[in-house]
């Protein structure tokens, strides 16, 4: 991961004019954090146009800001969780739970082809997993009615 990006002056507007090479990682980690591209490149003092650039040319760069981008999720999705099971108290940093639950939604189905992709699983394996599940889910809910069906009949006919 360091390939050379060139820029044009427009997009440099905003950067840090002692930009170092080591302004990806303080954005992936900040990435990672935050979930939030304009948060990161403005922490790692790069603009967000060299962000962009460099996530589209180089292969490295995306997959780990895929990565960060997982695992901001996994972050959100903790605190949303926490927040609605403990509740918000009068001295926790604001926290929009609303704002929190739509972008994990948006986000889900990109998270998930990531994990995918990570795990080395394509799409069709993940689908089969989940019709697999939902298949077992059915069998099981099928057996318990027809169970009560069996038993209401006894009560409605004893012998």
Avoid: C
């Amino acid at each position: 991961m360091g390939t050379q990006i060139k820029l044009r002056a427009t997009q440099r507007i905003g950067e840090r004019p002692d930009i170092d090479r080591h302004w990806r990682g303080l954005f992936l980690d900040t990435l990672a954090e935050t979930s939030n591209v304009s948060e990161a490149a403005r922490m790692s003092g790069a603009s967000t146009s060299r962000a962009y650039k460099t996530r589209r040319l180089d292969p490295e760069f995306r997959a780990a800001w895929n990565a960060a981008l997982i695992e901001g999720y996994e972050h959100l999705e903790m605190e949303t969780l926490h927040r609605l099971r403990a509740g918000t108290g009068k001295d926790d940093n604001k926290f929009d739970i609303a704002n929190a639950l739509r972008l994990l939604t948006l986000h889900r189905d990109t998270v998930a082809h990531q994990r995918a992709l990570q795990d080395e699983v394509d799409e069709e394996s993940v689908l089969e997993s989940l019709n697999a599940k939902i298949d077992l889910m059915r069998k099981r809910d099928a057996a318990m009615k027809q169970m009560q069906a069996e038993e209401q009949d006894k009560v409605a006919s004893p012998q």
